[in-house]
């Protein structure tokens, strides 16, 4: 016995909206830099190119934003990838003998989520 045509379009919508079902994007967090009287300026410019693809005037930028400010963001990225480049922004630093040292934070105020 063949179908009705309706109910052929109605189980199609009912799978159309059960994929629509959308995502929460992920919270973002902001990699800071912060600034000491040790680590040369050319190597953090130098890092921020090859482990935040920064191009060299950007880089030189946020390098003298951290120097003269005492903090800057070198990214913002979801919290695993932030955690990593942390990471390797110290075990860089260190291999080559420098201090620097990063950190990461929320992009948003949880303080907003709890206005809410």
């Known amino acids: 016995m063949p179908t009705r045509p309706h109910e052929e379009h109605e189980s199609g919508?009912?799978?159309?909206?059960?994929?629509?079902?959308?995502l929460k994007r992920p919270r973002m967090y902001r990699v800071l830099l912060h600034n000491d009287d040790y680590t040369p300026m050319d190597f953090v410019v130098d890092l921020l190119r090859t482990l935040f693809h920064h191009d060299e005037t950007e880089a030189t930028r946020i390098m003298l934003h951290v120097h003269h400010t005492g903090i800057g963001v070198a990214?913002?990225?979801t919290h695993e990838i932030a955690e990593t480049k942390v990471l390797q922004v110290h075990l860089l630093a260190r291999k080559n003998g420098h201090p620097l040292m990063a950190s990461m934070e929320p992009e948003d105020d949880e303080d907003e989520d709890d206005a809410q």
């Not at 919508?13 to 959308?22: F, G, H, L």
Request: glycine residues 8%; proline residues 0%.
């Open 75 to 77: 990214g913002v990225y």
């Open 13 to 22: 919508v009912a799978t159309r909206e059960k994929e629509r079902t959308r």
